[in-house]
């Protein structure tokens, strides 16, 4: 808690993290789809980070509806003594080529019945705007912030809202080329909060040496 002048302005913190390394031999582009497991190194991954957690003020634990951060969270949940409290609006961005074999690579998006799809970047125009992905992310956030004022919580989603959600509240453009996103595997992305205002924004890996 910070002080100005007469004003005590509460500092609140909302941990946003990645899920873990999924189970995906045959390299599809899972997306939404049911049934994608961690793998046992993200098994892994998920339990060095709830390590990394404990001793945390955290009040609440909230989850992506896909197997993959139930996953993730369940070892949290474990270590912090907290309840999963799944939230719809935290799931994987919709895409179009959901199901696509990654090792087609470019070919897939070579293909001329897919042009169509790939015609506004900036949209984007092959799945759900980031428009979309930033107001669902930004309602779960603030609405965790506010029921644990002064304390922190964790919420696990997926690389693009986690990511849609740090350029909101850095004030920058949602366009970028995802091989630079700095939002690794079970990375957390924190979100400090004075009041209503961010007031920093910290990345950490826990798990980086997984």
Known sequence: MTQTGDEQIVRTTVHVMRHGEVHNPTGVLYGRLPGFALSERGQRQAKKVAEHLTGKDIKRLVVSPLQRAQETAKPISEALGLEIETEDELIEAGNVFEGTNFAEGKGVLLKPQHWWKLRNPFKPSWGEPYTEIRDRMVRVATSVRDSVRGHEAVIVSH????????????????????????????????????????????YSEPSAGI
């Open 159 to 202: 690389q693009l809202p986690v990511y849609t959600l740090r350029l909101h509240y850095e004030g920058k453009g949602f366009f970028h080329d995802p091989r630079k996103r700095e939002c690794d595997l079970a990375s957390i992305t924190s979100i400090v909060f004075e009041g209503d205002a961010v007031a920093e924004i910290k």
